[in-house]
Structures are given as C-alpha cells and as structure tokens.
C-alpha cells in the first residue's frame, strides 16, 4: 500500500494499481491525516478542516467517509476485527503507515539525509522526481492544504537548490545550467540560486556568462528591492573575477570547506557546533578533518591543541556519530602516547577530558568503560591541579558523561551539575553554565523533584538567550511533556491524551530543530510506552512506531499486548543487558514487568538486582524527557516474581 500527496492525492496497491478512494470529501480526510505525519487528529480538527461552516451532523459525515476509507484501503480485512492502517485513536484518527509507504514523508526524509551527507543524492533526486505537481493539487478550498502546499514548495525549492549544491560540490553539475536557469527565472528572489547558476556557468566554461548572472542578480536586488546582494554572491563574484578554477559553494559555510590551518577550523567548528543541528553535524565532521590534518604535519603539540581545542558541552550518553567519536578518541590517545607522561599538563588534561567526552557510556565494552572512566578522573585531577576552571568544567563533562556505571547515580550527578554550574557562573563560561542547569534538570526529574526542575529548566531558556543555544527549548519542551506524564496519572491530573499531546509535540520540536541523532530515534515511541505503562494500560502496538535502539527491550511488551506470550518470553530472553547511559532504569524496568507479566523468575531477580540502588528514582527520568513512573513500582514487580522480599 503506498499513499502519494505531491499532486492529486491518491492511493496505489502493492502492484501498482490505483485504489478507488470515493469522493473529494474522502480523499480530503485521507489527505489531512497525511499530513498530520502518523500523529493523531481529533474528530473536531478535522470536522474544522473540512467544513468553514460544519453541517449539523458533520461528525456523522465523517465516520462515513472514515469507514469507506477503511473499506477502500484494507479491502481483505475480516469483519470485526480492527483496522490497521487508517486506526482510531483516542478522540480522533491516525494514519498508520511505514514512512517510506508515503511520497511526502519519503521526501522529508530524503532532504533531511541530504541536509546532514551528499552521499544522500541519489535518494533527493529520486524524492524530487516523485513531484507530480503541487502537494495536495486536488484538495481546493481548505487552509490546512494551502498552509501545507506553502511548506512544501519551500522544502522541495530547497531540495532542488541543495541537489544542485551537492553536483556541483562534487565536480559535476555543468549540465546544470539550463534547469538552472528556468529556476531562477520562475523563483528571481531566491540568491542562492543566482549563485548556483553561476557556478554552474563556471562549471561549463562560461566566466563571462557567471559574471553577467552575479550582475544582473544584483542589478534586479538593488533596483526592485533596494537591496544589495549578500556576502556569498559578492564573494562567488570575486572568486570568478580573480580567476579561481574551483568555486566553493555559498551555502557550505561549514569549516572544512575554507583553506583554514587545523587550529582555526577547530576553533570555528567549536562555535557552529553550539548551535546545534545540521551545525553540529556539519562541525563535527570538519573537527574530525582538523585533527587529521594536523596529525599529517607531525607537530604533536599542534595535534594536541586541536583536539583538546573542541571542549564542546555535552549532555547524552549516545554519541551523535560513534565511528567519528571513535576515530577522535584513537586519535587523542596516539597523541597522549607521543606526548608521554612529562608532556605539558594542560595538554594532557584536555586529552584525556576529550577521550572521557567522545567516549559515550551508551557505546562502549567492559573494558572501553573502563578507559574512558580513568581517563575522566585523571583528566580532572589535573585541571584541579592547575587551576583552570575552563579546563575543569571540561573534565567534569567527562565525568558525568562516564556516572552511568550503575543504576541509581541520579544523586551524584547532580553533585557534578552543581559544581559545574558553580564554575561556568563564577569565570562567564555561558555554555557550560548551560551545561550544568540540564544537568541538574536530568537530575532532579530522576528524583522525581519536578519543582526543582522546573526552576533549572526555566534557568537554562533564560541562559539560552544570550548563548544562541537553539536546542534549550526543545530538551525543556520535552521536560514539561514528561512532567504532564507524571501529573496525568495523579488524582486530578490531565488526561493521558494531553499528555500524549505534549509528547507529540515535542517529538515536532526535536524534528524541526534537525533532530539530534544520538537522541532522537525512539524516544517518541518510549516516552508514549511510559505513558500507557502510568495508566496501567499496554504497550502500543502501532507498527509505524520507531522504537529505535530500544526496541529490544520494548518488544517483549509490545509482543504481549499483542497476546503473542510466547514470542514475548523469546524475545524477553534474548534482549542484552541495557547499555549505560540515561535510560539504564528505564530499560531495567521495562525487562522487570515483562518478567513478572511472565512469570521469568530468574530475569526478574536480576532485574531487582539491577534496579535496587534506584529505588527512590523515576524511571526513564534521568533523561529529563520522559518517565515511566517510580521504580520502585517496577522493583516490586520484579521482587515478588522471584520470589525476594
């Protein structure tokens, strides 16, 4: 079954022929739920999308047009038994397929991956070339669909200027210049394409031809905007002028693309890495370039400077990219090597806090672990020893990043987050001051203290003011989701469906921001789970559900709310030990109720074993994201399934 939306909405079976969809009114309803992304949309949205002025039995209307639908889509379903792609859900409705199933979302998708790799172009070109014509062309009339059609275009304006960027980044793209052309010709306010075209008329030989576009771009900027052109197109100009046989693109502003020694890159991708998103992906990757480049020139104090140089803060225990972590703590410990034991202490001392940052709890072996946890405390040894509050803010980010070790550390943490904040305050270190208010934020939620987080949470929005730190909101937006988690299932407290709400929400906030992509995947899956398991109902068995890399541990659950008990006591007995990082309780917690729903009393009893040093934490909250209750909840579970007391 796939669903297409970028032109006239319809519908194709598995073998490609078209299914009959019924009406405009039918075809509208499947578009809107489209577009709400697998997310439910309430019957009163809906009635208000499809109607300005709604019948008097606009809701009845809309069951019919569900229910045909449903016939429409799932035409071998058995009588009786409940529908599995378009699915009621709470107050409303949702769309329930794979994201690849939908032209739209594949679309989304494909620009993001090639937003963050050019090795993602073949599937943009394929995502561009699936437009059939405007987004939803067929739905005339309706606010949501003009609202959605703006966004889109946007996004596929985009997706064509950044295919482009990506050609001709990579050697290619002479042939460019005629689509080019015409696209600039259809969108004249867009300067980055002016500058595209350019570079792809230099790409084919015609200097003259570029400079004639740069000049009349400027010549239609200044006379009908009264604008001058921006700093890309004066420098793409100049470039072409001075005669440069290659052109770096305007839009990739990233380090690595300058002819930078490696201590400036370092320092530059440092800066962009704080603003988070395709910023920190794309410094990352030129930090990694740096540190090569400067190992190639044999200076073993320049290679220490620019590694120890990227004392970026960071707060998960999940690396973004743990190849290119690896690859940055190898080389930290060649350099330690080379520098020896009476190496410059300072030196030293970064090194080993760089080797402590990159290497995540969440991705190490037995022996890793225990690398990097020596070399977070002797890396903070030595900053105590000299003196240096920056550099000890830096290995206490080690730290923290290696006091997962256990279960049950919520209250240690905070000890490190207090003192970390205390310093960054003290010497005007905003970014680690950042730091240590999320720290303390993880912590408090983890003690189930929601007042004391709130108070940190509102500090660090404040704090990421002045400091340009864009992802603030989105992990505090997250906090208060899990906080109205926690209150939902208190006497008095909102619905779970608000809650559920907030946790949508949020999940929005985190895509729209680039995502975090050591974070983002399943945590919207998790967090829904911890919900139901608050209200006591079972895990959702939704399959478009990404549950990430926690699926090993969600799926016993899942597999039993499907009363498939024995697939779940499998796959119970299969799932490893849970890695070492913010969601350790949570996942141990998760292989308790499982256990005892199955009656496994040796997984149990060493789940309890596991979970007693956190009995006075809340599951899951150590991420400050989510919660799935007390753990002592869980423990208890666990304990009177083995048989412990």
């Known amino acids: 079954m796939r669903i297409d939306v970028l032109g006239a909405v319809r519908a194709l079976r598995d073998d490609g022929t078209p299914v009959d969809l019924g009406g405009p009114r039918h075809r509208e309803v499947l578009a809107r739920l489209v577009a709400a992304g697998g997310r439910m949309v309430a019957t009163d949205t809906l009635v208000d999308d499809l109607w300005a002025e709604p019948p008097v039995r606009a809701v009845g209307a809309l069951r019919t047009f569900v229910a045909a639908l449903r016939r429409a889509i799932e035409p071998d379903r058995p009588p009786r038994t409940p529908p599995r792609v378009l699915v009621t859900e709470g107050p409303g409705y949702a769309l329930c397929l794979p994201r690849d199933d939908v032209d739209v979302h594949r679309f989304e998708d494909a620009l993001a991956r090639a937003r963050r790799t050019p090795d993602a172009l073949a599937d943009l070109d394929a995502a561009l070339a699936a437009w059939r014509g405007p987004a939803y062309a067929d739905v005339t009339g309706s606010a949501w669909a003009q609202r959605e059609r703006t966004r889109l275009e946007e996004l596929r304006l985009e997706g064509t200027e950044l295919r482009a960027r990506l050609l001709l980044d990579s050697g290619a793209g002479a042939e460019l210049v005629a689509e080019l052309g015409a696209h600039v010709t259809e969108h004249p306010w867009r300067e980055p394409a002016w500058g595209l075209l350019a570079r792809a008329l230099h790409r084919a030989g ?33 470039d072409i002028l001075h005669g440069a046989t290659t052109l770096q693109s305007p839009r990739t502003v990233w380090t690595a693309g300058l002819r930078l020694g490696p201590r400036t890159t370092v320092e530059l991708a440092r800066t962009l890495a704080l603003a988070g998103g395709d910023a920190l992906v794309h410094s990352r990757r030129d930090r990694l370039a740096a540190v090569q480049a400067a190992e190639r020139t044999g200076d073993i104090d320049l290679t220490a400077r620019v590694i120890g140089g990227y004392d970026v803060p960071a707060l998960w225990s999940r690396a973004d990219d743990p190849e290119q972590s690896r690859a940055v703590v190898a080389a930290a410990e060649r350099t330690l090597t080379a520098l020896g034991t009476d190496g410059p202490a300072d030196l030293r001392a970064r090194l080993l806090a760089t080797v402590a940052v990159e290497s995540r709890s969440a991705d190490l072996s037995g022996t890793g672990s225990r690398r990097a946890g020596q070399a977070a405390r002797a890396a903070e040894a030595l900053a105590r020893e000299l003196g240096d509050p920056a550099l000890l803010v830096f290995a206490l980010n080690g730290v923290f990043l290696q006091s997962f070790t256990r279960p049950g550390l919520a209250a240690a943490r905070d000890v490190i987050g207090a003192e970390i904040l205390d310093l960054a305050t003290r010497h005007e270190l905003p970014n680690f001051a950042v730091l240590g208010r999320l720290i303390r934020l993880q912590s408090a939620s983890a003690l189930g203290d929601l007042d004391a987080a709130t108070a940190h949470a509102e500090a660090a929005e404040r704090l990421a003011v002045s400091t340009e730190a864009s992802l603030v909101p989105v992990l505090t937006g997250w906090f208060r989701a899990r ?10 407290g909102p619905a779970a469906a608000t809650a559920a709400a907030h946790y949508r929400a949020a999940e929005d906030a985190l895509a729209g921001a680039g995502g975090m992509p050591g974070l983002h995947r399943g945590l919207f899956a998790l967090a829904l789970l911890g919900l139901r398991l608050l209200h006591g109902r079972p895990a959702p068995t939704d399959p478009a559900l990404d549950w990430g890399p926690y699926r090993p541990w969600t799926q016993p659950l899942v597999l039993l709310a499907r009363n498939r008990d024995e697939a779940a006591r499998t796959a119970l007995t299969m799932a490893p030990e849970p890695p070492l990082d913010h969601m350790q309780e949570a996942l141990w917690c998760l292989t308790a109720h499982a256990a005892a729903r199955l009656g496994e009393r040796l997984v149990a009893a060493r789940a309890a074993t596991a979970l007693r040093a956190a009995r006075t934490e809340h599951a899951g909250a150590a991420s400050g994201m989510l919660t799935l209750g007390p753990v002592a909840r869980y423990l208890a579970e666990a304990e009177a399934c083995a048989g412990e007391g």
């Open 483 to 492: 906080a109205m988690a926690a209150r939902s299932a208190a006497p008095g």
């Open 206 to 238: 015609r200097q003259a031809d570029a400079l004639a576009t740069l000049r009349r771009a400027r010549t239609m900027l200044v006379d009908q905007l009264g604008l001058d052109p921006g700093a890309d197109l004066r420098r793409l100009e100049t």
